[in-house]
């Protein structure tokens, strides 16, 4: 069975698994900010409309601007991309042909896009016997014969996170064995006490920092992601990045969300309600969860070893988990779920609890 590649877009699950799709359905399946777009954004999109008939800047300096003053960089360590899906194509162009090593099970771009640049990929596992963490000594052996390494912090799927000093642990491995380091924090900002990394740019060169818009501030259909690295990897990678790939309505709305800190207190605070919540739930009923720090979670039923017939059932409920099948090391064993809103998490609850009379 072909199986789609990443959540959203439930036509093509329910296509794949030859059901027909439901007239009314929930999508968990794409971890999306459950409140929507800030409403300072949503007053502002009428100006935005405006500026649609000139070209957008090809190199964003007002938003690149905006990003290094807040993470303390020169605007030249700063590239703005269409989505953290083309940032990463561009990394692994400038991978090309490189040995490269991926901490699974994580997003599957990055093998897809390193594969199609010839790269040599290479995987060290971890799972929920090890705490979903990387195990220090088995790395460095990795680390040996590794030009590069991509890790997700907070991960995905897991939604586990690494701390500050287990990261630079890492780094600090990756430079002796001169491996460059891609951390995705494409979730960061869904963190309450999130610790930041961007000033060991200036001391560790190898270290490539990769971010998304689109999660916190709900807008995947705009498309902006930003990284943040040494002036001569920035460079580097935009050497392989086509012009205007950044549209002027992505730039502004990355420039008006940059603004809106209280929009992401007010998230921040909403899914650590919601996860603590959930989580009881899940303890209460002999649901297996991941220790997921952030908008999404792994999950199992502990009384089944099997998730396809839960996978199965929640669809013909209309609730719509991401599938794990495209994760190495789970292999569909587990279901992944964003944080929706309270009444949308009411109704998982109530439909797992459904599961749960009908598996006895």
């Not at 590649?5 to 999508?27: C, T, V, W």
């Not at 099970?105 to 040599?120: L, V």
């Not at 040996?144 to 890790?151: E, G, H």
């Not at 912090?153 to 630079?168: D, F, L």
């Amino acid at each position: 069975m072909k199986w789609p590649s990443h959540g959203s877009n439930p036509q093509y699950l329910f296509e794949a698994m030859g059901l027909p799709l439901p007239k009314r359905y929930i999508d968990f399946s794409a971890n999306i900010n459950p409140l929507g777009p800030p409403e300072s954004l949503t007053k502002q999109w009428n100006e935005f409309i405006h500026k649609i008939n000139v070209y957008p800047d090809p190199y964003s300096t007002r938003l690149k601007e905006n990003i290094a003053e807040k993470e303390n960089l020169l605007s030249t360590q700063v590239l703005i991309g269409n989505g953290g899906a083309e940032i990463i194509t561009l990394i692994a162009r400038m991978l090309t042909g490189k040995r490269v090593l991926i901490i699974q099970p994580t997003f599957s771009e990055y093998e897809k896009a390193c594969k199609a640049n010839g790269c040599e990929v290479r995987y060290l596992q971890v799972n929920h016997q090890q705490d979903w963490m990387v195990d220090l000594e088995l790395l460095k052996e990795e680390l040996r014969t590794a030009d590069a390494m991509f890790l997700c912090n907070p991960n995905n799927p897991t939604g586990v996170v690494y701390s500050k000093s287990q990261i630079i642990d890492i780094l600090k491995l990756c430079d002796k064995n001169d491996c460059q380091l891609i951390l995705d924090e494409a979730f960061y900002d869904f963190l309450v006490d999130y610790k930041s990394i961007t000033s060991l740019i200036k001391q560790y060169s190898n270290l490539i920092i990769l971010r998304s818009m689109t999660k916190m501030f709900s807008i995947p259909g705009l498309r902006l992601g930003y990284v943040m690295a040494t002036e001569s990897v920035v460079e580097q990678i935009t050497t392989y990045q086509s012009h205007w790939s950044v549209n002027t309505i992505a730039m502004l709305a990355g420039e008006a969300c940059l603004e809106d800190e209280a929009f992401i207190i007010n998230t921040q605070n909403y899914i650590q309600r919601e996860r603590k919540r959930l989580f009881s739930f899940f303890e209460k009923e002999n649901f297996i969860v991941s220790p997921s720090q952030v908008n999404f979670y792994l999950l199992r039923d502990a009384k089944t070893e099997d998730s396809f017939q839960l996978f199965t059932f929640l669809l013909q409920k209309g609730i719509i988990p991401r599938h794990t099948f495209n994760f190495p090391g789970l292999e569909g064993s587990w279901l992944r779920f964003a944080i929706k809103s309270t009444e949308e998490n009411d109704q998982l609850m109530e439909v797992l609890q459904e599961w749960r009379i009908h598996l006895d």
